[in-house]
């Protein structure tokens, strides 16, 4: 029984489970090279949008660690999910990957508006007269599945969320446009539409401006929550389906050549990254030991500091990979320490000293009061990380100034004459005696 | 010779009787409450005088605290002071080592009583080398039981002030005692004195000020004598040098303005020591004139020399709580935080009557009196007086200081009178003072005259009068002093006692259900209770030492709710603790001191915080519908009348507020940043907690564009399928399927 629940356990920790929410059965058909991928990596679960037996949490717990929505019709989810249950499936930790398309529904754009994402319309595509996939634009004359560089469509640098380097070009197909709120200071885009993109009715005369055009429209957006949940919004489902994902070129009509020519696809290693983003299971770290000391090795005392003493901080980071929690490696971005009281009286990089150890070391500012210990990093795509740890620094004690300073010999030696001065007028006084009149009569 | 025996006896029996009165008069509050410490001030002597004796004098010296003045801490050691802590720890000490085990709380509690009755015998002595022994015992029954020093020194009012009087009354007879042997032995004893006063009071600035204004004053009148040079001089030295030992003192004796009329005096006694020696040696007389004209040049030369030092820095000018005693208005102006104090108000003139009763009407005759047969020490007490009254007149708080005095000359008129009328066998004691003024002799002997009737109506009269004394003492002592004002009393219809324990509730609410670093905001009257209590962090208490700090919670309280969510992530604060008296009529809440807050935060912030913006459109400081905008989206009035609008605390409506007597403005209050954590039963203390930021990035906030005609084309395609299925599912098949896979 014991080893059973310990069999159990251990396979529960092994792989986080992950609700995988389709429109219909065929999905699974069609978006099966990803989903396979999902299912290698974690417990999958299936349920239909629409199931009357749709959880995402349960007395206040979630039943997943992952939900990824991939049902970008649904007008209403069934069982008892809706906007406010993604709110709390994600303040518990839950991280969620949502597909929008064209043919958005309004839960998904409610559940968009709730994290600060704006979709346009109902029918209403991401558009480019520039790199459209020339052998589908004759089928269907709309420009709605095109070719995006990914030189000047990607936001560059943040290798966790997006893998190394590498990527040609992404297949945009059926895509609705995303605009990120320019209050949501929490949500960045992954990939952007490069200039020639607008969104409007496929074939409809454009008669206002459109909602978003150019590098206004996002076509992926990434939020990190405080709580280091994490959401991708991806504005296009079936640039993911197996028929695009397995379509390794995109041929387009090149303007300025006169002639066809094809860039690759990556969507695949791109989604194969921000699904790993978006589960946590990349650029996932934490602080695993933090301790501070004197440097002196001879004074242990660490509950307390005194003003201008040097210090020694020591931060132990670990790595979220493949399932387990590891020592960081060496590429990890730097790591800030604070030393704060109002404001940062000191802030020092980390020096990394690799295994994931991380040490810094400092003078304490001649300044006394409450401090914090503040170890943080706010790099794009990895976990925030926040630790703090209260300290007090005193003023020094009355006896641990300096007993006799140079500057003070004037006033020891007044005082010390002044003693002896009073001294020798008191034995003046008292032993001296004048000649009185009547003695000198004497 | 047993006629003295049995007057020295009767005399001590007397005062002993007196101190006795005066300890057992001032325990109304341990009584009716219990033993327990009383306001705020005494809360942080306690906890000072705690932490001194679990563990040792010298940590208590580098006791540096972190749970005050978040996050910048308090040096204890340097910024109090300590002779309340020593005094209270070293009867602690002594009861110990005898073998009764008390706890410190006590021996605290009792302190300012024992230290009135002490403060009478000082007052019989200084009476008694200024007059006689008849007038000291009036004034030491006078100050036993008068209500203006009760005021702070009843059992449990652990301050600075219920030990201060005693060393200042000493001081002064010791001084006395000093000016008039002339001996440098109570010249260091006066010394020692105003040591332990120092160390006590900052209001032995008054004792510096006092002593070289009398030696002053009698230069003037010429009166110099050696004695006065001798007694002067020892005391200057050795107690400015003990003085300089207090680590809150430091340098200030010598640096300050406050200080500066000692030290000029002190260099004038030389100058004018040594003329005098020059006379007495050169016996000229036509010295006098260059004598009495290089005198006021010494003076003109010290007075402009510490102007000058001041000008140059070198010498600190006023501080501004010296400086707002002489120019009232000035701390409006421009120290707002020590004019919000109630006990820094000008005094009322009925504060006068209920604090001293008859005193103030006899005390001018005692004055009389000392004036018509003045003499070197007498002068004293008149200038004593003098200076008394004003500051009496200046700040409610120093009636204190006026108490004594008043005491004193009450003391002497009424010897006088008892004196003239009842002591008409008592041949010895009106030929003693037939011989000590001779002018009055053909007075007395009309006097003698006087009908027994008219003496005897006299001495009636009197003596009712001072039965009422008694009777208003104690009645007041009763009534209006003795109430902890951290338990508060109220009477049900019946005439039974309710007693209100909020303060303690919510105290112990904090310290058992907060984290042990929480920090906790609120108006700085309440930080010495909430470390003392609650044993948790505060940003500001009551030693406003930090006039930014305060403002800064000031200022978070008056503004919104956003941008005090603002202030107070920067400062770190997880709690919030309003006073609110709303629903049982407490006047002494928030609210009503709310506008001193504005105030305050103006002072550092202009930009931010405007007092004008608080009152309504009338002009009026108000929480009813005519209030302003900003006052209603005040933290503070979030804060207070949270949930208020739901309770009905009068017959016809809800959210009426039993202080200010209106119903409140704004009924429906959310909160967005904090939330309630804890309001005790009568309302009196609310505390909320501030939420973390939001994991979640901002909603969406304005709607969503719709062009309008394209919108239906766009609906269709799965839309039916979905929204139809589900509205079925909704309802009964989640309710069926109540287990769950795992």
């Known amino acids: ?442 | 010779m047993s006629r003295l025996g049995v007057s020295s006896l009767l005399t001590l029996v007397v005062l002993l009787g007196v101190s006795m009165l005066g300890f057992f008069s001032r325990l109304f509050a341990v009584i009716r409450f219990e033993s327990i410490i009383h306001e705020f001030d005494p809360w942080f002597n306690y906890r000072a005088t705690y932490q001194m004796v679990t563990t040792n004098f010298y940590d208590f010296l580098n006791w540096f605290d972190e749970l005050a003045w978040y996050p910048l801490g308090r040096i204890v050691g340097g910024t109090v002071y300590p002779g309340l802590m020593i005094t209270a720890g070293g009867i602690h000490y002594f009861l110990n080592a005898l073998g009764f085990t008390t706890h410190i709380q006590d021996v605290c509690v009792f302190t300012a009583p024992i230290f009135s009755g002490l403060t009478a015998i000082a007052t019989y002595f200084l009476t008694k080398e200024l007059w006689n022994a008849g007038a000291g015992l009036f004034a030491a029954a006078f100050i036993a039981i008068a209500p203006g020093y009760i005021s702070r020194s009843v059992a449990g009012s652990f301050d600075n002030e219920g030990i201060a009087i005693f060393a200042l009354q000493c001081s002064f007879f010791l001084w006395i005692r000093a000016m008039r042997t002339g001996s440098m032995f109570w010249g260091i004893m006066t010394a020692f004195c105003y040591f332990y006063m120092v160390s006590a009071w900052g209001g032995y600035v008054y004792i510096i000020n006092l002593i070289p204004l009398h030696v002053f004053c009698l230069l003037l009148m010429g009166r110099y004598e050696s004695k006065l040079y001798v007694s002067y001089t020892t005391f200057y030295c050795v107690g400015q040098l003990m003085a300089m030992n207090i680590p809150f003192v430091g340098f200030q004796p010598i640096k300050t303005s406050e200080h500066m009329a000692s030290a000029g005096v002190f260099a004038l006694l030389q100058c004018y020591g040594f003329l005098d020696y020059l006379r007495s040696k050169l016996g000229e007389k036509e010295f006098k004139r260059a004598f009495y004209l290089f005198v006021t040049l010494c003076a003109g030369a010290i007075f402009a020399g510490v102007v000058g030092l001041t000008m140059l820095g070198v010498v600190a000018p006023w501080s501004g709580r010296f400086y707002s005693l002489f120019d009232t208005g000035y701390a409006r102006i421009h120290i707002p935080i020590i004019s919000s104090v109630s006990e820094h108000q000008p005094t009322m003139w009925t504060s006068f009557i209920t604090d001293l009763h008859f005193l103030p009407a006899v005390a001018p005759a005692g004055l009389w009196y000392t004036i018509r047969n003045y003499d070197s020490a007498k002068i004293f007490l008149v200038i004593y007086a003098a200076f008394s009254c004003y500051f009496a007149g200046i700040m409610v708080r120093l009636m204190l200081t006026l108490t004594p005095v008043v005491c004193m000359l009450g003391g002497i008129a009424l010897n006088v009178t008892f004196d003239h009328f009842f002591g008409e066998d008592n041949e010895e004691t009106q030929v003693e003072k037939a011989k000590k003024d001779a002018k009055k002799n053909d007075e007395e002997e009309k006097e003698e005259a006087t009908p027994i009737a008219i003496k005897l109506t006299v001495v009636m009269a009197l003596t009712g009068l001072l039965c009422q004394f008694a009777v208003h003492c104690t009645y007041i002592t009763s009534n209006y002093y003795s109430s902890p004002s951290v338990v508060l009393a109220s009477s049900r219809p019946d005439g039974s006692r309710n007693i209100i324990d909020d303060y303690r509730e919510a105290y112990y609410w904090l310290r058992t259900n907060t984290d042990d670093d929480a920090t906790i905001m609120s108006w700085w009257d309440y930080g010495y209770q909430i470390s003392g209590m609650a044993n948790r962090t505060t940003l500001v208490d009551n030693n406003t030492w930090n006039n930014s700090h305060i403002a800064m919670v000031g200022r978070a309280m008056a503004s919104n709710e956003d941008d005090a969510y603002d202030i107070m992530q920067e400062l770190g604060v997880d709690y919030v603790l309003v006073i609110f008296g709303g629903l049982l009529g407490y006047s002494g809440d928030d609210i009503n001191k709310f506008l001193w807050m504005v105030r305050i935060a103006e002072g550092e912030h202009p930009n931010h915080v405007k007092e004008q913006n608080f009152f309504s459109a009338q002009g009026q400081y108000t929480v009813d519908k005519s209030m302003s905008k900003t006052m209603k989206n005040s933290l503070m009035y979030k804060l207070s009348y949270y949930k208020f609008g739901e309770v009905r605390t009068h017959a016809q409506m809800s959210g009426f507020d039993r202080v200010r007597n209106v119903e409140i403005g704004h009924k429906n209050i959310k909160l967005k940043h904090v939330e309630e954590a804890y309001t005790t039963e009568h309302w009196i203390v609310r505390i909320y907690r501030v939420k973390k930021p939001s994991n979640k990035s901002k909603k969406l906030t304005h709607k969503l564009s719709q062009r309008k005609k394209k919108t239906k084309v766009a609906r269709k395609g799965r839309k039916g399928v979905l929204s139809t299925t589900i509205p079925a599912a909704k309802g009964a098949n989640t309710r069926q399927k109540a287990s769950f896979e795992l």
């Open chain 1, 1 to 442: 029984m014991i080893l059973h629940a310990l069999l159990l356990g251990a396979a529960f920790a092994a792989r986080a489970k992950m609700l995988v929410v389709l429109e219909n059965d065929r999905m699974k058909e069609q978006y099966s090279s990803v989903l396979n991928q999902l299912n290698g990596k974690f417990e999958t679960h299936y349920k239909l949008a629409d199931d009357a037996d749709l959880h995402l949490v349960k007395y206040g717990k979630n039943i997943y660690q992952n939900a990824v929505i991939m049902a970008p019709s649904t007008e209403q989810f069934g069982g008892d999910v809706t906007t406010k249950t993604f709110v709390e499936f994600t303040q518990n930790g839950g991280n969620l990957m949502v597909f929008a398309s064209s043919n958005i529904g309004d839960a998904i754009r409610e559940l968009g508006a709730e994290f600060g994402i704006e979709y346009d319309e109902t029918g209403t595509k991401v558009m480019s007269h520039m790199n459209y996939d020339y052998e589908r634009d004759q089928l269907q004359h709309d420009h709605s599945r095109f070719s995006l560089k990914a030189s000047d469509s990607f936001l560059g640098g943040s290798e966790p969320i997006v893998g190394p380097p590498g990527y040609a070009s992404l297949l945009i197909d059926n895509a609705v446009a995303m605009k990120i709120d320019k209050k949501n200071t929490l949500a960045f885009p992954i990939v952007k539409c490069n200039s020639y993109c607008y969104s409007w009715f496929p074939n409809e005369p454009i008669s206002e401006y459109p909602m978003a055009v150019g590098r206004d429209i996002s076509l992926l957006a990434g939020i990190q929550l405080r709580n280091n949940a994490r959401i991708v919004f991806a504005s296009s489902l079936s640039m993911f389906s197996n028929k695009l994902i397995r379509q390794k070129f995109v041929t387009y009509w090149d303007n300025n050549k006169n002639e066809h020519a094809r860039y690759q696809n990556s969507v695949s290693k791109l989604a194969m990254h921000v699904f790993a983003w978006g589960s946590n299971n990349s650029g996932t770290f934490r602080i695993s030991g933090f301790q501070h000391k004197l440097l002196d090795k001879e004074n242990s005392r660490n509950d307390f500091y005194y003003i201008n003493e040097e210090i020694e901080v020591v931060a132990f980071v670990e790595e979220y990979v493949d399932d387990n929690w590891e020592p960081t490696s060496l590429t990890f971005p730097q790591l800030w320490l604070d030393f704060h009281r109002l404001d940062p009286f000191i802030r020092i990089p980390f020096a990394n000293e690799g295994g994931g150890k991380f040490r810094a070391t400092f003078k304490v500012p001649d300044t006394y009061g409450v401090f914090n210990f503040i170890i943080w990093q706010t790099k794009l795509g990895h976990t925030y990380i926040e630790h703090k740890q209260q300290i007090t620094v005193r003023p020094l004690r009355h006896d641990m100034y300096e007993r006799f300073i140079a500057s003070a010999y004037p006033y020891y030696f007044s005082s010390f004459s002044m003693m002896l001065g009073v001294t020798l007028m008191s034995f003046a006084i008292l032993y001296h005696r004048d000649v009185s009149p009547a003695k000198k009569n004497n």
